[in-house]
Every structure is written in structure tokens, then in C-alpha cells.
Nanobody
Framework: VQLVESGGGLVQPGGSLRLSCAASGFTFSDYAMSWYRQAPGKERELVAS????????NYADSVKGRFTISRDNAKNTVYLQMISLKPEDTAVYYC????????????WGQGTQVTVSS
């Protein structure tokens, strides 16, 4: 099982980034996918989630209207489009997969750094 994040980097305030998380080793369409983030000295927090069919999404209040989560089940990939980035969005962003189909299973990616700074 692998979750491999990509797309992080350094961006100026007000800029945009798109994170990707490529999944392998499990039935991607059975899993709800989420993005979490963890800033230095802070707890990991949920940023956005998308259910397996992609029709239901949830967002943290701090990112509503700026971040969009989406998924492509044919490509086994989940995305996080981030616009109007702020310095407080700086964190390591993690991909997370969870499913209760055929028992509980969950997996984490290794994380990708997003730094918002001028």
C-alpha cells in the first residue's frame, strides 16, 4: 500500500498550489480520502475530505472557499487545489485513506511540505 503526495513547495501569499496523492495497493474507490496538515508545534488537523463516490466533501472552516478537494477514481488519485494561500497555511500536508468496507483500514502518506512566504 502506498500513498504518494506531490505538488508541495514554496509559494507567495495569494498564490496557488495543487497537491496530488497517488494511491496504490488497495481498492481506491472503496476509500474516503482526506487531506490533513500539521504545522510546526501544532497538532495535525483535518483540511478536507471526500467520500468514495466523490459527491460529498467536507472542509475545515479555515480553508472553505479557498481549497477544493477532488478525486479521480480511474487514476487512483486525490487532489487538493489551494488558492489564495496564506502564511498560516504553511504546514506538511498528508494524504489519508480510510474505509470500513471488508473491515476497517486506513493509511497515511509521507507528507509534502507547503510553505507560504514572501
Amino acid at each position: 500500500v502506498q500513498l504518494v503526495e506531490s505538488g508541495g513547495g514554496l509559494v507567495q501569499p495569494g498564490g496557488s498550489l495543487r497537491l496530488s496523492c497517488a494511491a496504490s495497493g488497495f481498492t481506491f474507490s472503496d476509500y474516503a480520502m482526506s487531506w490533513y496538515r500539521q504545522a510546526p508545534g501544532k497538532e495535525r488537523e483535518l483540511v478536507a475530505s471526500i467520500f468514495s463516490a466523490g459527491s460529498i466533501t467536507n472542509y475545515a472552516d479555515s480553508v472553505k472557499g479557498r481549497f477544493t478537494i477532488s478525486r479521480d477514481n480511474a487514476k487512483n488519485t486525490v487532489y487538493l487545489q489551494m488558492i489564495s494561500l496564506k502564511p498560516e497555511d504553511t504546514a506538511v500536508y498528508y494524504c489519508y485513506a480510510q474505509s470500513a468496507v471488508r473491515g476497517w483500514h486506513d493509511y497515511w502518506g509521507q507528507g509534502t511540505q507547503v510553505t507560504v512566504s514572501s
